[in-house]
């Protein structure tokens, strides 16, 4: 196994030992994490998983 993927196995367990219940909602943020729903998924099949992507807005007069 990837080196990347054992860490995202830790940090899956760490927050799966967090979620108390079915009621929490776990939020991703940022694309660094972007495996990490398909772990909690297994391990956590009824958990409310929401994911969110920072973009970066760019000035397009800044590049004229």
């Known amino acids: 196994k990837h080196t990347c993927m054992r860490v995202f ?3 899956c367990n760490i ?3 967090l979620a108390e219940n079915a009621n929490d909602t776990i939020w991703i943020q940022n694309y660094h994490l972007l495996v990490l729903p398909s772990f909690l998924r297994k ?3 009824h958990a409310k998983i929401g994911f969110f992507i920072h973009t970066v807005r760019c000035d397009v ?3 004229i």
Do not use: F
């Open 9 to 11: 196995a830790q940090y």
């Open 15 to 17: 927050v799966a030992r």
């Open 43 to 45: 391990k956590l099949p």
């Open 61 to 63: 007069s800044a590049s």
